[in-house]
């Protein structure tokens, strides 16, 4: 009953901006820290941003400066706002629950020239 939709992949150049979306249903996620993660062909799933309840934000080092991450309780919804993009962003990007566990199915970034 519970599901992560993520939206908002796709090809962009190098240089370029993307909004992913995360959408939940069956679940409330106001009370919960928020991660986007991303995982490339032949690399580890690692963590790229996180949200708590509260707001407080982390990035990873490769992406700091150029992801915000974001939630709108409203709409139950997380965002990543991914500026000046580059070709080793490229990967799936998974909307998670940090303490439940919960995985969407990912949404494609390729980045390329």
């Known amino acids: 009953q519970v599901q992560l939709v993520e939206s908002g992949g796709g090809l962009v150049q190098p240089g370029g901006s993307l909004r992913l979306s995360c959408a939940a249903s069956?679940?409330?996620?106001?009370?919960?820290?928020m991660g986007w993660y991303r995982q490339a062909p032949g690399k580890q799933r690692e963590l790229v941003a996180s949200?708590?309840?509260?707001?407080?934000?982390n990035y990873a080092n490769a992406v700091k400066g150029r992801f915000t991450i974001s939630r709108d309780n409203l709409k139950n919804t997380v965002l990543l706002q991914m500026n000046s993009l580059k070709p080793e962003d490229t990967a799936v990007y998974y909307c998670?629950?940090?303490?439940?566990?919960?995985w969407g199915q990912g949404t494609q970034v390729t980045v390329s020239s």
């Open positions: 998670h629950t940090l303490s439940r566990a919960y």
């Open positions: 069956g679940i409330i996620l106001s009370p919960y820290a």
């Open positions: 949200i708590t309840a509260g707001g407080t934000t």
